[in-house]
């Protein structure tokens, strides 16, 4: 279990202090053969503790200590270790476990027809790859080719992946510094949308004139010759969009040629109380990108569906990726689908979301180190400041915060270095909600004190 957050130091007072706490010899151990043994990078290693088992909405460390896991890297949806997505692996590997490039098989056919069965509009044309940063960049070849052009307008702090092409679209300082020499030439970013720090959202909504969606359309019309806008409908930090602004995306795009491209890797299939977060928004995007929870919080797949118009590539290879049709991981994304609709997640994820936002609001919204409760459906934040006012982020306020749910069994991520996001599976129990509730509210409230 890596607890590493966005905007944290190696060597930040709250993590050096967990760090230091007392082991076991055997998580000391594991601990040590990690930090021998993997390059090390940000955000992921060298770790402070250990996993030794996932089931449902809980981990557990080689110490035996069990967290709520609020944080999943967005791939449990489902929670872990889902016994009808377990058992379908597990009758797939018996029956096919791997299929050659160019042979096609049933389980591989048969998702790419659910995705278009779920998607809205047209889009109905799929490509698997292994990982939702793959999936980015084939949709950005795909742009490439049907309009003959190679700029893009991206978000500055927006997250696409770690390749080449997904870190050039993305705009968060940790993936795209101490690289040497230039990443994707034309890949143009603008502010993203910040509600809460918008001097106009404060005013009124009467009053927004939804100047960020006029700041894409202004790199649109300079530029002159983009091939796509890609983003991410509602960004993980969380950040919910303004009303109306994927609406003015939309038809900007449209004015100017260019596509649009949604990242439902973190979002996608009902984390936001619907099976696509551009749902909310009443959009139909030219492509959109789905990965992480996809495999069910098992198996690594992700997918690229685009509209039918778009499949002008037949020409040349755009994935080909040696697992692009794997009948296991393609079953395992199927039954986690299935899954979703059987059980009614979609419509669990919106109704325990509203709950949990108006708890929060109510419990902590007066507080002057909150700054901003938001979210969609089971993806939602509290934002950390030291003065409301004022709006300065409250890093170490956070992080102290973090630590402290950590030790009293709740995992989640911060982002941006102050905002406490939290992320539980669709499947959670009610009770188990309120459970992690209590503990963030009581860690604050002790905070604010």
Same mark, same amino acid.
């Given at each position: 279990?890596?607890?590493?957050?966005?905007?944290?130091?190696? &060597?930040?007072?709250?993590?050096?202090?967990?760090?230091? @706490?007392?082991?076991?010899?055997?998580?000391?151990? $594991?601990?040590?053969?990690?930090?021998?043994?993997?390059? /090390?990078?940000?955000?992921?290693?060298?770790?402070?503790?250990?996993?030794?088992?996932?089931?449902?909405?809980?981990?557990?460390?080689?110490?035996?200590?069990?967290?709520?896991?609020?944080?999943?890297?967005?791939?449990? /949806?489902?929670?872990?270790? /889902?016994?009808?997505?377990?058992?379908?692996?597990?009758?797939?590997?018996?029956?096919?476990?791997?299929?050659?490039?160019?042979?096609?098989?049933?389980?591989?056919?048969?998702?790419?027809?659910?995705?278009?069965?779920?998607?809205?509009?047209?889009?109905?044309?799929?490509?698997?790859?292994?990982?939702?940063?793959?999936?980015?960049?084939?949709?950005?070849?795909?742009?490439?080719?049907?309009?003959?052009?190679?700029?893009?307008?991206?978000?500055?702090?927006?997250?696409?992946?770690?390749?080449?092409?997904?870190?050039?679209?993305?705009?968060?300082?940790?993936?795209?510094?101490?690289?040497?020499?230039?990443? $994707?030439?034309?890949?143009?970013?603008?502010?993203?949308?910040?509600?809460?720090?918008?001097?106009?959202? /404060?005013?009124?909504?009467?009053?927004?004139?939804?100047?960020?969606?006029?700041?894409?359309?202004?790199?649109?019309? @300079?530029?002159?010759?983009?091939?796509?806008?890609?983003?991410?409908?509602?960004?993980?930090?969380?950040?919910?969009?303004?009303?109306?602004?994927?609406?003015?995306?939309?038809?900007?795009?449209?004015?100017?040629?260019?596509?649009?491209?949604?990242?439902?890797?973190? &979002?996608?299939?009902?984390?936001?109380?619907?099976?696509?977060?551009?749902?909310?928004?009443?959009?139909?995007?030219?492509?959109?990108?789905?990965?992480?929870?996809?495999?069910?919080?098992?198996?690594?797949?992700?997918?690229?569906?685009?509209?039918?118009? $778009?499949?002008?590539?037949?020409?040349?290879?755009?994935?080909?990726?040696?697992?692009?049709?794997?009948?296991?991981?393609?079953?395992?994304?199927?039954?986690?689908?299935?899954?979703?609709?059987?059980?009614?997640?979609?419509?669990?994820?919106?109704?325990?979301?509203?709950?949990?936002?108006?708890?929060?609001?109510?419990?902590?919204?007066?507080?002057?180190?909150?700054?901003?409760?938001?979210?969609?459906?089971?993806?939602?934040?509290?934002?950390?400041?030291?003065?409301?006012?004022?709006?300065?982020?409250?890093?170490?306020?956070?992080?102290?915060?973090?630590?402290?749910?950590?030790?009293?069994?709740l995992s989640f991520k911060i982002s941006q270095g102050c905002v406490l996001t939290l992320s539980?599976?669709?499947?959670?129990?009610?009770?188990?909600?309120?459970?992690?509730?209590?503990?963030?509210?009581?860690?604050?409230?002790?905070?604010?004190?």
């Open positions: 279990m890596s607890t590493h957050t966005e905007g944290e130091s190696n &060597t930040s007072a709250a993590r050096a202090s967990w760090a230091a @706490r007392e082991e076991d010899s055997a998580t000391k151990a $594991l601990l040590k053969r990690d930090a021998d043994t993997f390059l /090390h990078q940000a955000l992921s290693s060298p770790c402070v503790s250990t996993i030794a088992k996932a089931e449902g909405i809980w981990i557990e460390d080689t110490a035996g200590r069990k967290f709520m896991d609020f944080h999943g890297n967005s791939v449990h /949806h489902i929670g872990y270790g /889902h016994p009808r997505l377990v058992a379908a692996i597990k009758a797939q590997l018996d029956d096919l476990p791997f299929a050659p490039r160019r042979f096609t098989n049933e389980p591989a056919v048969a998702l790419a027809e659910k995705l278009a069965q779920i998607a809205p509009g047209d889009l109905n044309k799929t490509l698997f790859t292994t990982g939702g940063s793959d999936a980015n960049e084939v949709a950005l070849k795909i742009a490439r080719a049907a309009t003959g052009r190679f700029k893009t307008v991206s978000f500055w702090d927006a997250f696409h992946g770690a390749g080449f092409g997904a870190a050039s679209v993305g705009g968060e300082a940790t993936f795209r510094s101490h690289i040497a020499g230039p990443l $994707l030439p034309g890949a143009e970013h603008v502010a993203p949308f910040a509600c809460y720090r918008c001097p106009y959202n /404060h005013a009124g909504p009467d009053v927004c004139g939804l100047a960020c969606a006029k700041m894409v359309e202004f790199a649109l019309e @300079r530029e002159g010759d983009v091939a796509a806008v890609i983003a991410e409908p509602m960004r993980a930090v969380p950040y919910v969009p303004p009303a109306g602004f994927w609406k003015a995306v939309r038809e900007a795009c449209n004015r100017h040629g260019a596509l649009l491209i949604m990242d439902e890797i973190p &979002t996608g299939l009902g984390k936001t109380g619907q099976m696509f977060a551009f749902e909310h928004d009443e959009i139909i995007p030219d492509i959109v990108t789905l990965g992480k929870a996809l495999g069910g919080g098992i198996l690594p797949i992700a997918a690229c569906v685009a509209r039918e118009g $778009l499949d002008v590539c037949g020409d040349f290879a755009i994935g080909h990726y040696t697992h692009e049709k794997n009948p296991v991981t393609a079953r395992a994304a199927l039954t986690t689908i299935e899954i979703i609709e059987d059980e009614e997640l979609v419509e669990r994820s919106a109704e325990l979301g509203a709950y949990a936002m108006e708890r929060l609001q109510n419990q902590l919204g007066h507080l002057p180190i909150v700054g901003d409760i938001r979210g969609r459906g089971l993806m939602f934040g509290i934002e950390i400041v030291e003065d409301q006012a004022a709006k300065t982020p409250g890093n170490e306020r956070a992080e102290r915060i973090y630590y402290a749910c950590l030790e009293a069994g539980p599976p669709l499947t959670i129990a009610r009770a188990d909600l309120d459970r992690a509730l209590s503990i963030v509210e009581n860690t604050i409230l002790a905070e604010a004190a």
